[in-house]
């Protein structure tokens, strides 16, 4: 059997995602990124990846885990509540899951509550255990490719109780670089005027040869 390896993390993404983060009044940490993998293995393929971007201490005493993944599979009935929550028109369920299941690359974001005492283990019964290991999507991205040249970043969104802490750098980031080490370097998006700036500061820009977007709407 395959062994399965860690997805390579270059020292300047994580550098990037470090700056993004705000910190507040609650203990902060970013964790450290997996070990990189041997120099032999650079031509292994790369494969999805989960690990702990954030984790955090709550004034309830409760720590919070920020948990991305870029393989896990959604909730269909999570995203759409996630759309709901940042306004976004419904869209049927069955539209959603083959968006999903058509992209090339979903990344998430999960929140995740632990107790902070050791003597609480994964088996515990009740209140405190089902705490212990609640789970929530608070962000997700994809992108959809060709597997050659292009790919389109689509649904750039997270939970407007977790915006303002550099959680959406860190998925388009982390999109941009898992595309560029797979040889497709045409990356695009579509960004409404509000958050222009945002995709600006993250290396995108209008083209500069002009506009060559054309789009044909049903009348």
Sequence with gaps: SRKVKSLRLRANFWESIRSGFVKNNNSTQLVEPPSIVDDEE???????VEFTLVERTLQDGLIEEIIFSSGGEIDVYDLQGLCDKVGWPRRPLVKLAAALKNS??????HSVMKSSSDSVS???EGDNGQKQKEKKLIGMARATSDHAFNATIWD??????YQGQGLGKALVEK??????Q?????ISLFADSQVVDFYQNLGFEADPEGIKGMFWYPK
Excluded: C, F
């Design 104 to 109: 090339y690359m979903v990344a998430t974001l």
């Design 42 to 48: 650079e031509t292994e393929p790369l494969l999805p």
């Design 175 to 180: 999109l941009v670089r898992a595309l560029l």
């Design 122 to 124: 994964d088996s515990s």
């Design 156 to 161: 750039v969104l997270v939970d407007p109780e």
């Design 182 to 186: 797979r040889d497709i370097g045409n």
